[in-house]
């Protein structure tokens, strides 16, 4: 296969997942009104057959996009896997969404590798079998990529919860000690405080507002989130509201093991880097101390070999 054909092949791919890339961004950034008004008429027979033709999904290229997704599904697997992680994630997005943003990863890794084949077909000496295992490697990897970096925004985001429990306990406890009951400290709490804990326990509010108990609530938290700390406090709250056992005492209670489990935590990782901790010790404290020691000897000789 010439030059030429060649690089107009690897043009082509590359316009095609651009198109597919901006189409896909255009889907995920702005809802159509039909998708919220389809479900509520698709069951109509006169509307049905009047909206057929303009219901979401009709048109060719998102039919594309869905199918793509379907299939990466379908390859992949993992969909509670990745219904768990969004909603620890706090993320109101479906699993498809999230498989359409898998698909707008891979073309993006697609059309890169697109844009170096080109530049090695025009220097010459280019197959078409290493462009085609370059462009298809590219898009798994982008598939990929989006999946690990779900699971680093989970992992960051409960590092972040760990960090704000114990302080969001303490507001708590201050604020059933002060005369508050379970609900209006919440509310007060979730007013006065932003982050991911927060927001967590904004949504608890919201369902206790809805008309769910306190303790059911607090249970639902237990059960969705990843981190044991959180978990525990959830429990613990859901208990004693349900009990009736003194709320301002556990939380404080929480609030110090919390403290005492991530002093312990840091004890332990330290203890399990003691030798990364030497390098800095050894490889540049004790080279500059040895220096400065030395280093008026060695001049003060120098100055009696001349």
């Known amino acids: 296969m010439s030059t030429a054909v060649l690089g107009g092949l690897a043009g082509g791919l590359l316009a095609l997942g651009v198109l597919m890339m901006v189409r896909v961004a255009v889907l995920t950034r702005r809802v159509d009104p039909g998708v919220r008004v389809w479900p509520y008429l698709r069951d109509l027979p006169g509307v049905a057959r009047g909206l057929a033709v303009d219901q979401p999904g009709s048109r060719p290229l998102d039919q594309l996009v869905?199918?793509?997704?379907?299939?990466?599904?379908?390859?992949?697997?993992?969909?509670?896997?990745?219904?768990?992680?969004?909603?620890?994630?706090?993320?109101?997005?479906t699993v498809h969404?999230?498989?359409?943003?898998?698909?707008?990863?891979?073309?993006?890794?697609?059309?890169?590798?697109?844009?170096?084949?080109?530049?090695?077909?025009?220097?010459?000496?280019?197959?078409?079998?290493?462009?085609?295992?370059?462009?298809?490697?590219?898009?798994?990897?982008?598939?990929?990529?989006?999946?690990?970096?779900?699971?680093?925004?989970?992992?960051?985001?409960?590092?972040?919860?760990?960090?704000?429990?114990?302080?969001?306990?303490?507001?708590?406890?201050?604020?059933?000690?002060?005369?508050?009951?379970?609900?209006?400290?919440?509310?007060?709490?979730?007013?006065?405080?932003?982050?991911?804990?927060?927001?967590?326990?904004?949504?608890?509010?919201?369902?206790?507002?809805?008309?769910t108990p306190v303790a059911q609530a607090f249970d639902d938290l237990a059960a969705t989130?990843?981190?044991?700390?959180?978990?525990?406090?959830?429990?613990?709250?859901?208990?004693?509201?349900?009990?009736?056992?003194?709320?301002?005492?556990?939380l404080h209670a929480q609030a110090g093991d919390v403290r005492e489990a991530r002093r312990r935590e840091l004890i332990e990782t330290g203890a399990r880097k003691e030798v990364l901790m030497m390098v800095p010790v050894v490889f540049l404290v004790l080279p500059a101390t040895v220096l400065i020691a030395f280093w008026p000897g060695v001049v003060g000789l120098s100055f009696v070999t001349t």
């Open 97 to 211: 969404d999230f498989r359409i943003e898998q698909v707008a990863w891979g073309v993006v890794g697609f059309a890169a590798a697109a844009v170096l084949a080109i530049v090695r077909a025009t220097s010459g000496g280019a197959t078409v079998l290493g462009p085609l295992l370059l462009c298809s490697a590219a898009f798994v990897g982008g598939v990929l990529l989006r999946d690990n970096r779900l699971s680093a925004q989970v992992r960051a985001r409960e590092r972040r919860m760990l960090a704000e429990l114990p302080a969001i306990a303490e507001l708590l406890a201050l604020s059933v000690a002060a005369g508050e009951g379970a609900v209006a400290a919440l509310d007060r709490v979730v007013r006065r405080s932003t982050g991911a804990l927060s927001a967590e326990l904004a949504r608890v509010l919201a369902e206790v507002r809805t008309g």
């Open 225 to 250: 989130t990843g981190v044991p700390e959180v978990r525990r406090f959830a429990e613990a709250v859901a208990v004693a509201v349900e009990r009736g056992t003194p709320l301002a005492d556990v």
């Open 66 to 93: 869905r199918r793509v997704a379907g299939l990466v599904d379908q390859v992949l697997g993992g969909a509670p896997s990745v219904r768990r992680r969004l909603a620890r994630l706090g993320s109101d997005q």
